[in-house]
Structures are given as C-alpha cells and as structure tokens.
C-alpha cells in the first residue's frame, strides 16, 4: 500500500502486521504449535491402542485438568468417545490447521514475494485478513475441548465428518451452539474463508508483481508451486464450504440435505427430520477438495526439496521444465480422482473404473517430480547440511507413500484394503516423514535468512537421525498390520478380539489374525513417544538459536541463486524487502556454470560481458 | 519498495492487481455456487418425496430478477460517470443501484416471512396439510383451543401456538450432564409453568428446585467425580504396578515363561474401591410437585410416550399425556406425498384418500373436507375430459382413477392450493353442494383460479385474512410437522440455503459499493482513476450476484 515509510509501533509491527514476512512467520510459528497439539492427541491415541487397559501415565495427564479427567477418561483410561474425539481433532489438526498453513501459509508468505522480488504480497490486508481468520476458525474448531464453549466435547466423527454419523453425534445436546461437532463445521466455514483470501492474493502476487525480467521459466519451481497449490486452494476448498454450510444447516435448521429417510438412532430415536437427504453428496462435496488437499500437503514441501537440493549439490535442477509442467498437470488432474476415497460407496463399476484410471494417471506427474530430484542428485558435490539431510531423507519416505498408495488405487485391491491401518500408514509416509521432513528442511534452509544465525548442527542432528529411524518404526507396521486386515478407528488396538483367542488357539481367523500381530501395537506406541521426544531438540534449535546461534557472513549464507538471497540479512520485518528495484537476468538455478569463476550465478547478478550468443 | 500496478495495469498481463484478484474471487464464488447448484441437482434427482414445483411465487421473483439487472445497468452507468469525472452522476447511479438492491432485499424478507409463517403438517397416512397454526390459551394451565381459547384471548390470557403436547406432571427427573447454562431455557419454562398454577417442584427434603439448586447439585457431582476420577485413575495406575510386579516374580520363580502381555493381566488388575467418594456421585436430580401440573412442550423439544416424557436436554418429565391438538386453518391440502408412497407400494391412491384420517376420520371436519375432495376431483375430471376431446392427447399418463387414464400433472390432481378452496368456496358455496356441472360454472372456476394467482399481491394481504377450513388435529395423527423453513423438506432446505446466501452477497456488495459511492472521496480527490478501479472490481462482483439470480429464479420459482 501507499504508506510511507513511519514509524510503526510494535502491535502493528509483530502482531496485526500486514507484512508478508511477520504473517509468514505468525503462520509458521500458530501452524508449528497446533501441529505439537495435534501430535500430543495423537500420544493419547497411541497409549490407548497399545495399553488399552491401562491408566494413561502420569506424563501425559499432568496436563489435564481434572474436571477433563473427570468428564473425558474413565480410570484415567481413553474411553471410545475421547478416543474418538482425539481421532478426529488429531486429523484435522493436522491437515487444516498444521501442515496447509505451515507449507502454503508459512513458506507461500515468506519465501513467495521475495522469490519474484516483490515488495510485498499484493493485498498486505487482505493478507493479515487471512492469518487471522486461520488462528480464529482454528481455535474455534478447538472450542470443543473447553467445557465452557461445549457441552459435548470435541467433534468426534473423524476428521472427514461423514454424516449421518457427523449429523446425529451431539445432536441430544440442549444448545446446538454449544457443540464441539457444529464449531467444527463453524470454525471450518472460517477457516476457508482465510483460504480462499490467502489463494487469491498469492496468485495476483505472483502474476502481477514479478520482477523485471523475470519472465514464467525464470520463476524458482516454489513458485510455480505455490501457483499451482493457490489455484487448487481457491477452486478446491469452496466445494467443501458448500458442504460444511449445508451441515451446519442441517444441525442447526434441522434440515436434511444429508439425513436420509428414516434414520434412527438409540440416542434420540427416529429423528425428526424430513429426510430424503443423501450422506453420499457429503462425502462428493468432502473429497472434492479432500483429494487436491493431498497435493496443497504436498507441493510446497516438494517446493522447498526442490529449492535445497540444487543448493547443496551444487548444480542446476534437473528437468526444471519437465517439473514445471508436471506440477501443472498434477494440478489438474486433482481435480478429477476425488471418488477413488469412495469405492466401497456403491458407486457402481462405471464411475470407479473412471476415478481408478484418473488416479493411475496421476502418479505419472508424482513420479516426474520425484524422479527430477533424484536424478538431480548424480553427479553433483552433494553438502550435507542440516537442509540437505532432511531433504535427502524426504526422497525415499514419500517414495514409499506414494508406492504403497498403488494397490489402494485400484478398486479391486482397495476392496480389502479400504479403512485398515494400511491407508492410515500410506498417507502418514506421505505427509509425515514426506511433507513434514520436506517442511523441515525448509525451515533449516530459511532460518538464516530470517534470523541472521544459522541453526545448530548438533541439535540439528540430533533431531534428525532418531526422528528418521523413530518414524519408519512407527509407521511401517502400520502397512504389515493393515494387510492383515486390522481397522483404523479401534480404539484399544484390536484388544476386543482377544477374548476370542484362548492360549493362541482358536477357529475364528480373524482373531487369530489379530492375535498374531497385535503386538506390533507396542512397538508402534514406543516409537511414537521417542518420535515426540526426539522434537524436543529441534524446539530447542528453532527459539535457542534465534538468541544463541551462529551468525550469519552474508546475505546469501547458502551461495545460492535465487532473488531472496539478495536481500539483508537478517530479514523480517523490514518494510518493502528491497533496497532497490531487483532485475532478474537469468533461470533460477544457474550452479557449476563453466564460463563462471563462481559456482553459482545468481539470479539478479548483471553480466559482466556482453551476454553470450546461446 | 512499494507495491506497484494498483492503478495502472502491468503492460505483459494487462491488468491492475484487484481486477485479477477479484475475477479469481469470483472463479472461487463459481466453484461455490456450482457446488451448491450441483447439490440441488443430487437432492432433486434422489428425492423420495412430490419435490414441490412453482412452491415460491412468481412474480415477485420476477420483479426482483428485473431490480437486480437494472441494478446492474446502473452500476455500469456509475462507472462510466466515473471515468468521465462526473461525481455527482456517478453517486446518483450508485445511488439507484443501491435503492434496487434495498427494494430486492425488501421482497425478499417478505418471501422469507410468509413461508416462515406458513404451517405444513404430515399426518401418519402421508396426507399434508398447510396452513397457518391457531392460538390455543390456558385455563388453569391446561390448554384449550377454538372458541375457548378466543374467549380467554379476549380476556387477555397469552397466545400460545397451538402446536403443543401436554402433560400432566408429576415429576421431574433432571440429568446432571449438561451445563445448566445452556438448558436454562428448558428448565425455566418448566418452572414458571409451575409457578403458574402454584405449585412448586420440590425435592425429598422440601427443598425447592431453582437454577442455582442445580447448578449447585451439578458442580457437587463433578466435585466428587473429579475426587473420585483422580483415585481411581492413580489405585489403577499402582494396581498395575503390583501385578507388573508379580508378573515379574512368576518369571523369576520360574513359572512362567516370558511376561505377560497387557490383555492377559487386565482381568486380575482391581482398584480398591474403598476410597472412592460414590455417595455423590448421582447422576441426577428427582424432584416432585406439590401438585399435578399441566406442562406444554414444543413438538421438536420432547420425545414422547404415554407415561413420560424426554426433553432435549434430557430431563424426564413423569405423567399421563394429555390429548393436545394442532389446531390449524388449512389453506392446501397435498396428496401427493400419499400418491407417492402408494404408487411405491402398487396401491390405488384414490382409495388411500379416501380412507384417510382427513377425509374419513372420527372427526367433525372430515365431511368438510370429502366435500372438497369431491369438488377437486370433478374439477380434475372435467379437465381430463378436456384434454382428451380438445386435444387428443394419448400419451403421458400420470394415473389413473377407477380405470381412467388422467393425463393431468399429479401436482394438479393430488394438490388443493389456496386458489382452488377459495374458489370452491364461491362458487359452490360452503352449504350448497348440488352445483351446476356445465362448462359455464366450470370456466367461472378456472378464471376465478387465475385471477387469484395474477393478483398475487393483493391475495398476499387478503389470504390470510379469508376464512379457510379449519382443522383439529390430535397430536398422534401428526407425524411430522414444520413451517415452510429447511426442516419442512430439501427443496424448502436448498432454496433457503441458495438464496440466503445470495442474500448475504448482496448486502456485502451494498456495503461495499455504499463505501465506493459515498464515502470515498478522497480518493477520488487523490486519484480518480484508482476509485473508477475500485467501482469497476465492485462492479465485477455485482454483475456476478445478478448472474447467479438469473440461475436462481428459473430453477426455484419455475423449474
């Protein structure tokens, strides 16, 4: 905006900052808290599975307060109702209000405009506007677990609220305000409505506020990136908005837009409602935006692998074009696999076959994406910094998601596959050692950048190996135990079955099934809980080195090429990013040129002779 | 730095930064539209009741479809004032805009309200009735309708909706679960129901039943829940160190191979529950009334039964059910529903009308109402006969009734709307029922039917204020009821859901074009070029609203 250069005061300076780089970091540092919360729920979860009839410890509760232990645990153990609840709030926590704004919100804000050597986002306000709505429709999704918002607890029918069950649960409450499963839909109306503002000003960003002479495939492929998750994100999440209002009416109107005829239910007998509604159109309006959400996951933190490992090889990116038109058409075809979540719908054969192929299809721009940053890798004089360790790690991980993401592609497989623990292992490969370690090493990357001081290898380290090995032994059973036929929403891990098996022995295979993996449970469990302790080190690293780190030589601590680098350093709220108007005068990832003394060329750097002939 | 391209456009893209962000807005506004069209198509196709057709009068929905295209020529008008710098212009278009959007949001409440008022009732035999809901009064606490009713109105007794269900009470038990803050409205209207007729809820002791009582008895309970949530969790907690323990001996004695696994010690792991505090830990409240008392519940508030009966919030409220009506004067009467579900079961319709509740009940209004019935079915024939001698037609049967091929719409032959009573009504007259059957008094019927719906406005004030067939309903015949809101069915549920949220565009494009037009001088004075940007995106945004009226009004008012 046209505001000149005042003083500003610290509330508008750090707190209501229209600066796209405080917002980057207030998105980073909300996103980086809820996903801690998330992941705490998700401790309780995993304590329920493998000791079912046990007390959660000491450890966990002490956080409790105890009119919660009173209301929510039964013998201090997770009932199937806060199990349920934490299911649910676990999952959207995660997605909505972790990794989206950690990715597109943190990254897309900070790293985008000083990629294209912009002064700032295009609509700073509308930018604020954004981040705010985020942290309110967040906390509000969050009411649920405060008795003094809700008389019910949390929302409690998964993450993907699939009615009826997400119509009729809380529906005996007095106060359908007062409701963790309606503040759910509420702080997800909101939550798009940041979305939907947050797409809109990036894309207007990066089509109308280049820099001179940066020109489409001049652009770093973040950008193109971040291009591509904003338009899936403005085009995707409204389907979804359509969905959670319709709900909402249905909860709080009493229409039935998706109670169908004649349901009944113990609690409160034959609902009185209309009926007619249809469950199904729910679940089409969900996965309209919830499969091109899998992809807002996971470009940005390709992006920021893409970014790092030209850096610490120290050559250009291999393909640049082929990834450049691959992220277009992963775009694209998101838009048209959503039903494959729906096989075991009824949707019938014609329409299944249609989503299987589309979603076959859709591996192909997956695998040129990968394959570009593998290839990227020969040859070249690879640094193993803290970044490039996260980013190397992230290769093989979202390998494995991905592959281990065939077999449910094809309906046939995903017959016995759908609901078992395998889907939740392939999609957490995907999004936690994959996106989340893709994530990590962008915040190795850009710290310095922020802060001025590099982050400490040694915690570094010591974040890294034990949560690389921590989280393969969390979730690479998950696959074995999925197979084997074991569901994703038990609450006590299958403990039910046992009944059944006397001394090992018994006719019914499926609890002998059970039997036989069940303990893999524990294994999990103690992975999940050195998973979360191996954080520690890195919490420490992110506030620790802000004060205590390594200061920075330059403004381009990693040599790299693109427009960020030039910039000072520390940035983080300096008004208009540049000192001067930057010029770009060549491709994004110019590294081991042979004409150049230098082992990279930066993007802004004028040449020094007249430019060659090729 | 500072931001550029936000009045001039960007030479390669051709566009300023709002004009490329507002025609992503609305690609997004598109998706949301689109989904919510898509769900009309979904919810129609996979109805499984008579989805209502030309449910919303036409012509106010006409009227506003033409406000809101004018209201778009103008804001173009303003804008082009703009750029040749005539403010003054440029505000009174703005200012015609704004008064079109004013005059469409005004039709719109009215549209809202009467359906809002208007009462639909599905009986047990699938029969719908709609109409408007009467004023019941208490005597004494009991309700009483009609002429009763109106004599204790006159006295100045309170209006109550005579859509109630009544019980004679005698107690109450409360659940203690929920937060009283949020039942208070529910247990409120319990108590001064009581007051009323002096009688007090009063638990063992004597001691009377108030808010505060039980928010008191609620925290008590959650006091010893939490004491006792805290001793049982840690007596767990050391009960399983014991037998983790003792597991360990066994091994180390040698009796057992390796240790146990969690499920094989769970049965012997016991808390001791000597130390728990279970003395208050009851759940809920009993209380008593001095005397029976006569309570009314709102149809959606309570699940009944003969003895007793549940609120929402769980209380039970004990006692013998009280026979209460829906006392209501009937302005349609819709067969379709039960057309609909014989035609599933292969069963004659006409028969089921016949032998409805409505039509043949143990009631006094039942003749009234066969009388219609008849009178709807001549009409429906005569046209039947119509259609065959004028027209031949042959094809597109709908039913048939005692053998004869009707060719008419079932909405014209299962649905008596407020246009046909009134004119059975005149014509026939309510006594007199040896009319004449040739075409002469029949055509009277028709025109008069016409004329009603041409003059809607004016029917719109005199309707309600005709005389329409009154109704007593008992409650048990009632198997679901609603005002014409979302609850009443899907079609009611999408249109309001569309139009509200057009609604809410609409008043976001007011305040925001109010902005532009009139308080936003400044920068006009500091640059007019960027104003005449701004009312060109306000301007996008607006044609976008009407455009999404132009799919509104033929999907829902014609379609």
């Known amino acids: 905006m046209a505001d000149g250069h005042h003083k500003q005061g610290f509330v508008s300076k750090y707190i209501f900052s229209t600066d796209h780089k405080v917002i980057g970091v207030q998105y980073g540092i909300t996103a980086m808290l809820f996903l801690l919360f998330g992941f705490f729920l998700m401790i309780g979860m995993r304590w329920s599975i493998a000791f079912p009839h046990e007390p959660l410890p000491a450890w966990f509760t002490w956080i409790l307060p105890d009119g919660w232990e009173a209301r929510w645990l039964q013998d201090g153990k997770v009932t199937g109702e806060t199990y349920n609840m934490f299911g649910a709030m676990h999952g959207t926590i995660m997605v909505f209000l972790g990794v989206v704004p950690l990715g597109f919100g943190a990254f897309g804000n900070y790293v985008t405009p000083l990629q294209i050597g912009a002064a700032d986002m295009a609509f700073p306000k509308l930018n604020m506007a954004s981040y705010w709505l985020y942290l309110v429709g967040g906390l509000v999704m969050c009411f649920g677990f405060f008795e003094w918002f809700s008389d019910t607890g949390t929302a409690k029918s998964g993450w993907t609220n699939y009615p009826p069950l ?59 990136a971040m291009l591509v998750v904003a338009f899936i994100l403005l085009l995707a999440f409204p389907p979804l908005e359509v969905a959670g209002i319709m709900q909402v009416m249905d909860r709080l109107t009493g229409s039935s837009f998706f109670t169908p005829t004649g349901l009944y239910t113990s609690q409160v007998g034959l609902m009185d409602s209309a009926g ?104 070249g004089s690879i640094h193993f910094r803290m970044p490039m360790l996260w980013a190397c790690a992230f290769l093989p991980m979202f390998g494995i998601g991905g592959l281990t993401g065939l077999p449910l592609a094809f309906n046939l497989a995903d017959l016995h596959l759908h609901d078992t623990y395998y889907v939740i292992g392939h999609f957490h490969y995907v999004v936690a050692p994959g996106i989340l370690f893709g994530l990590f090493a962008g915040i190795y990357y850009w710290y310095p950048k922020i802060t001025g001081k590099y982050m400490s290898d040694l915690l570094g380290h010591l974040h890294f190996w034990p949560s690389l090995i921590a989280i393969n032994v969390l979730f690479f059973p998950m696959l074995i135990q999925g197979m084997a036929g074991f569901h994703r929403r038990w609450y006590n891990g299958g403990d039910a079955y046992l009944d059944k098996v006397a001394g090992g022995e018994t006719e019914n295979v499926f609890a002998a099934t059970v039997y036989q993996f069940i303990d893999l449970n524990i294994l999990m469990s103690w992975a999940a809980f050195i998973l979360a302790l191996c954080q520690i080190p890195f919490i420490i ?74 | 730095m500072e931001l550029p391209y936000i ?27 689109g989904g919510l069209f898509s769900g009309y198509v979904f919810l129609r196709i996979y109805a499984d009741f008579p ?176 004491k006792n949530a805290i001793a049982r969790r840690d007596g767990l907690r050391d009960a399983w160190k014991v037998a983790k323990a003792e597991d360990a001996q066994r091994i180390e004695d040698g009796k057992q191979a390796e240790k146990s696994k969690g499920w094989q010690l ?171 059957k040739d075409y002469s008094t029949f055509n009277e019927v028709e025109k008069s039917r016409k004329k009603n719906v041409e003059t809607f406005i004016r029917e719109y004030f005199q309707a309600p204020k005709r005389v329409f067939p009154h109704l007593k309903i008992p409650s048990k015949e009632v198997h679901f009821e609603s005002s014409l809101t979302p609850k009443w069915n899907n079609f009611y549920a999408i249109y309001f859901t569309i139009t509200g949220l057009h609604g809410l565009h609409i008043i976001g494009g007011m305040v925001v074009l109010w902005w532009f037009g009139f308080n936003s001088r400044k920068i006009y004075d500091k640059d007019p070029e960027w104003l005449a940007n701004r009312v060109e995106v306000g301007g996008l945004f607006w044609h976008f609203v009407d455009l999404v009226w132009i799919f509104v009004f033929p999907i829902f008012y014609l379609m």
């Not at chain 2, 929905?61 to 703009?82: C, D, K, Q, Y």
């Not at chain 2, 109550?160 to 409205?185: D, G, N, Q, W």
């Not at chain 2, 009944?304 to 009937?330: A, N, W």
Request: aromatic residues 14%; glycine residues 6%; charged residues 25%.
């Open chain 1, 166 to 224: 997400a119509n009729i649960a809380d529906m005996q409450a007095p106060d359908q305000w007062r409701t963790g499963q309606t503040q759910w839909l509420l702080g997800l109306v909101v939550l798009i409505t940041s979305s939907l503002l947050g797409s809109v000003n990036v894309i207007t960003t990066i089509v109308n506020l280049r820099a001179k002479g940066l020109t489409w495939f001049r652009l770093p492929f973040l950008v193109w």
């Open chain 1, 276 to 379: 007619s509604g249809s469950p199904l159109l729910f679940q089409h309006l969900f996965w309209f935006l919830g499969h091109p959400e899998v992809y807002v996951l996971l470009l940005p933190a390709i992006a920021c692998v893409t970014e790092i490992i030209p850096t610490f090889t120290r050559k250009p990116l291999w393909g640049y074009r082929s990834m450049v038109y691959g992220v277009i058409v992963l775009g694209f075809l998101s838009f048209i696999v959503w039903a494959h979540h729906m096989y075991l719908t009824g949707m019938g054969p014609v329409i299944s076959t249609f989503f299987q192929t589309t979603t076959v299809l859709i591996s192909i721009p997956s695998v040129i994406l990968i394959t570009s940053l593998l290839i990227s890798l020969w040859g």
């Open chain 1, 541 to 614: 690293n992110v506030f620790g080195a802000w004060f205590f780190g390594k200061k920075v030589e330059s403004d381009n601590p990693w040599n790299a090429t693109t427009l960020e680098w030039n910039t000072e350093t520390p940035l983080f709220a300096k008004h208009g990013n540049f000192d001067e108007e930057p010029k770009v005068y060549r491709g994004p990832y110019e590294y081991s040129r042979p004409d150049h003394d230098k082992d990279y060329l930066p993007q802004w750097e004028a040449p020094q002779s007249k430019p060659s002939n090729d």
């Open chain 2, 7 to 33: 009045v001039e456009p960007r030479k390669d893209t051709g566009l300023f930064n709002s004009k490329l962000a507002i025609w992503l807005f609305l690609a997004s506004e598109v998706m949301l539209f």
């Open chain 2, 51 to 226: 989805w209502p057709e030309r449910a919303i009068p036409v012509l106010p929905g006409l009227i506003n479809t033409v406000m809101l295209i004018l209201s778009s020529v103008t804001v173009v008008f303003a804008w082009s004032e703009l750029k040749l710098r005539n403010y003054r212009k440029f505000q009174v278009y703005m200012g015609f805009t704004l008064f079109f959007a004013a005059a469409f949001l005004g039709f719109k409440y009215v549209e809202y309200t009467t359906k809002f008022s208007h009462q639909a009732v599905k009986m047990s035999d699938n029969v719908v009735v709609e109409g408007h809901v009467d004023y019941a009064a208490l005597d004494h606490g009991k309700l009483v309708y009609g002429k009763d009713a109106k004599k204790l109105h006159k006295e100045g007794a309170e209006k109550i909706k005579a859509k109630k269900i009544e019980y004679k009470v005698e107690e109450v038990t409360f659940p203690l679960r929920f937060r009283m803050e949020s039942r208070k409205k529910i247990i409120n209207k319990i108590l001064k129901q009581a007051k009323a007729q002096d009688a007090k809820l009063v638990d063992e002791s004597g001691t009377e039943i108030t808010i505060d009582y039980l928010k008191e008895a609620r925290k008590a309970l959650y006091d010893a829940k939490k």
């Open chain 2, 266 to 436: 769970a049965p012997q792991v016991k808390i001791d529950e000597s130390v728990l505090d279970l003395a208050n830990e009851t759940a809920s409240i009993t209380a008593k009334f001095t005397k029976p008392v006569y309570l009314h519940f709102g149809r959606n508030d309570i699940r009944e039964s003969e003895e007793f009966g549940i609120l929402r919030d769980g209380t039970v409220v004990k006692g013998k059910q009280q026979k209460s009506y829906m006392d209501m004067h009937i302005d349609a009467v819709d067969f379709q529903y039960l057309a609909f579900d014989a035609k599933q079961k292969g069963s004659d319709p006409f028969e089921a009308i016949e032998k409805s509740w409505l039509l043949s009940g143990d009631h006094k209004y039942a003749k009234h109402f066969k009388e219609y019935w008849d009178k709807h079915l001549e009409v429906v024939l005569h046209h039947n006969h119509g259609l065959q001698d004028r027209f031949k037609v042959e094809q597109n049967v709908t039913t048939t009734y005692k053998g004869e091929k009707l060719y008419l719409p079932l909405r014209e032959i299962f649905r008596i709307n407020w246009q046909s009573l009134i004119a059975y009504d005149e014509h026939y007259g309510h006594e007199d029922h040896g009319y004449n």
